[in-house]
């Protein structure tokens, strides 16, 4: 049984096909290549410049929720955890984890030969409460320099378990691992009138994919834990994705779901992600943990944008962007990429509009330095768009 499709373009104009495999390669076939996941949608994708691609399917059941992964730590109290690295500029890392004991000291052991630890580095520590909640130690460590392409082997604390990790090369290739909003809904609250997002196997199934790549660096535009309140669970996310975080660096700009800011009781936005999720903004000269940027292999430039900190044009982070793309040498790196949680553009009802004002706040901004490439996450769905600042030609 065919299903029939209709694309609606500008450009090309109305065209119908008698199924989505026609509608696909004709798609493939253009001067621009516009590709989405056809089979099995019965919503418009987004494609370019705010044309839509109609394509109305059947036979597509959604996979039901995978079972709950729950990590415990089973450890003694001064034993690290929830260890996970970034990158602070060209040659250092950011290690990062949590110990129970609060008399660890913030000490990272590392060389490149595994048990052999010839360069040492101590940092800083925090905690924090929220309501009845208290924080483990929470352990911030920079260490460096160190060589481009590199593994290294190192250990927290002094406590004798060993971890390793690869530098990100000094040119390129380069091979970047892009995931937004990776957790698997499981349920929706009428109450709150949020999604319930859980680690499930079909997370541990995305995190397996991924590191089947051997890729250099990770990027998550927002939404880590999805704790939305329940510290617990960041405890239990970063467990969960300590395998994967210990052996590349992540770079993580914020999302709605960690907000975790109530009126009156709890007035501070972003105290669990800020805490834990320490990222070189100050590096970058921003501000604020909320946005913040960096090279890597020496020829991109990212730029990790906060969709939930003021983004208006007085605002601090639009004079941080404004300043930061103007540092940008194009001729020494030709490579310039923008992350974000809430999509400027999408198909999602749901989500209609929630970037909008970030939009056009500071779209303008990225179009004249030509950024090529923008990622979001929020919309737990795959489309690809081209800004409407864009020539339809």
């Not at 605002?315 to 941080?320: D, P």
Request: glycine letters at 6%; one cysteine or more.
């Amino acid at each position: 049984m065919s299903t029939a499709v209709q694309i609606k373009e500008e450009c090309w104009g109305k065209r119908s096909f008698p199924s989505i495999q026609q509608a696909t390669k004709w798609i493939q076939e253009r001067p621009v290549k516009i590709q989405g996941q056809l089979q099995g949608t019965t919503a418009p994708i987004l494609i370019a410049g705010g044309r839509k691609l109609d394509a109305e399917a059947s036979g597509y059941t959604r996979p039901p929720p995978g079972r709950i992964i729950e990590t415990a730590h089973t450890k003694s109290s001064s034993h690290p955890q929830q260890v996970h690295i970034s990158a602070v500029a060209a040659d250092h890392m950011r290690v990062s984890w949590i110990t129970d004991d609060r008399h660890v000291p913030s000490l990272v052991e590392y060389g490149k030969v595994s048990g052999k630890y010839d360069s040492a580095a101590t940092g800083e520590h925090t905690s924090y409460i929220y309501f009845f909640y208290t924080s483990g130690k929470i352990h911030h460590v920079k260490i460096g320099p160190l060589e481009p392409d590199t593994v290294y082997y190192y250990r927290c604390g002094g406590i004798d378990q060993e971890f390793s990790f690869k530098t990100p090369p000094a040119a390129l290739p380069i091979e970047i691992a892009v995931i937004g909003s990776m957790l698997v809904l499981v349920a929706r609250s009428a109450v709150l009138a949020e999604d319930i997002c859980l680690q499930t196997e079909w997370t541990a199934s995305t995190l397996a994919h991924v590191a089947e790549s051997n890729y250099d660096m990770l990027l998550l535009p927002g939404d880590l834990s999805y704790a939305d309140t329940q510290q617990p669970l960041w405890d239990s996310f970063g467990r969960f994705v300590q395998p994967y975080a210990s052996k590349r660096p992540w770079m993580v700009t914020e999302g709605n779901h960690d907000i975790e800011a109530f009126p009156v009781f709890h007035c501070h936005p972003f105290v669990a992600y800020d805490s834990r999720w320490r990222m070189p903004y100050d590096e970058s000269g921003s501000a604020s943990n909320l946005y913040y940027s960096f090279d890597v292999a020496g020829a991109v430039h990212v730029v990790m944008l906060g969709s939930y900190a003021d983004f208006n044009t007085s605002s601090s982070q639009y004079k941080w962007l404004v300043a930061d793309l103007a540092k940008v040498d194009r001729r020494i790196t030709p490579w310039l990429v923008a992350l974000l949680h809430a999509p400027w553009y999408n198909t999602n009802l749901a989500h209609q509009g929630e970037g909008e004002s970030m939009r056009q706040a500071m779209e303008s901004l990225l179009y004249r330095a030509r950024v090529d490439v923008v990622f979001a996450g929020h919309v737990h769905a795959y489309e690809r768009f081209v800004s409407l600042l864009l020539p339809l030609s």
